[in-house]
């Protein structure tokens, strides 16, 4: 019997359930032919270094461990498929006053999320030094962050949760209940958490003034020496899930995972990397 070790990084209770939901139904689905295992990681930092040297075969990547995972192995890594959430992924601005234009950021306290997140802090940062605008950083316990300069926009930094690339929120959401205490004057989350908010009406003192171009967020990735069958079984496995709306357990896992289905990663799916590569490599943030 083969065998398919999948990794994913455990940053909140479901992630069992949704990976003994796989696990179950892709041993079903294999007939005994292949068995699939999965274990689960702290921090993606040990799931890339696992994947990299082969005690896994596919890992459940942010984009930011992808990235890290194509530079580590000089291109020599493959993005499988992800969920039809993971594109069209984007990075929205909001306020409690009244922003016109990311030129009226200078002078105020801009938040960012973890240092790791391309949603709250890697991509946000990009667009920002993109406009032209000086940046100035300091950590959230360090406020009131000291103003050498009006016309730079302040960056304040909540690194809460560093390892897990920003999958829990709680950055995002230090950022929000920061702005909404008028410590910030504006901050940066990603577009499921303003969807989230927008639809619980859990923050309605606070509007958007800005939104990113479109990136990708998680893929499965695996070494592209990979055995290519079994490579092929995986991705048909999951695929076949798309067709078992109606089974229980397989809508239950979806919805716990975030997607309506997987997909494949094309070469239109891959573009929505590339900006997140250039940000990473201007920021320094390719290796761990």
């Not at 999965?38 to 596919?58: G, M």
């Not at 991509?123 to 920002?128: A, K």
């Not at 303003?194 to 923050?203: K, P, S």
Request: charged share 20%.
């Amino acid at each position: 019997m083969k065998n398919i070790l999948v990794g994913a990084v455990a940053y909140a209770p479901q992630i069992v359930p949704i990976w003994d939901t796989i696990r179950d139904y892709a041993n079903h689905y294999f007939k005994g032919e292949i068995r699939l295992d999965y274990v689960l990681f702290s921090n993606y930092e040990r799931q890339v270094e696992w994947l990299l040297n082969k005690k896994i075969d596919i890992a459940w990547n942010t984009n930011v461990a992808y990235v890290r995972s194509k530079f580590a192995t000089n291109n020599g890594v493959e993005a499988l498929l992800m969920r039809d959430t993971d594109i069209g992924f984007k990075s929205i601005f909001v306020s409690k006053d009244k922003i016109s234009s990311l030129q009226a950021l200078k002078g105020k306290k801009f938040g960012l999320g973890s240092l790791d997140s391309a949603q709250a802090a890697i991509m946000p940062l990009f667009y920002l030094q993109k406009e032209g605008l000086e940046t100035q950083e300091s950590l959230a316990q360090n406020l009131p962050a000291p103003q050498t300069s009006s016309n730079a926009v302040s960056i304040i930094r909540y690194n809460s949760d560093v390892g897990k690339h920003g999958d829990t929120g709680r950055s995002e959401f230090d950022v929000l209940e920061a702005i909404k205490a008028g410590m910030l004057d504006a901050g940066a989350i990603g577009s499921t958490t303003w969807a989230r908010i927008m639809q619980e009406g859990t923050y309605p003192e606070l509007s958007s003034f800005y939104a990113s171009t479109d990136y990708c967020h998680c893929n499965f990735t695996s070494l592209k020496d990979f055995d290519e069958g079994l490579k092929k079984a995986f991705v048909a496995m999951m695929l076949s899930q798309n067709t078992l709306k109606n089974d229980t357990q397989i809508s239950q896992m979806m919805k716990l995972e975030g997607l309506n289905e997987w997909v494949l990663c094309d070469q239109k799916a891959l573009s929505g990397y590339h900006d997140i590569i250039q940000a990473m490599q201007e920021q320094n943030l390719l290796n761990p």
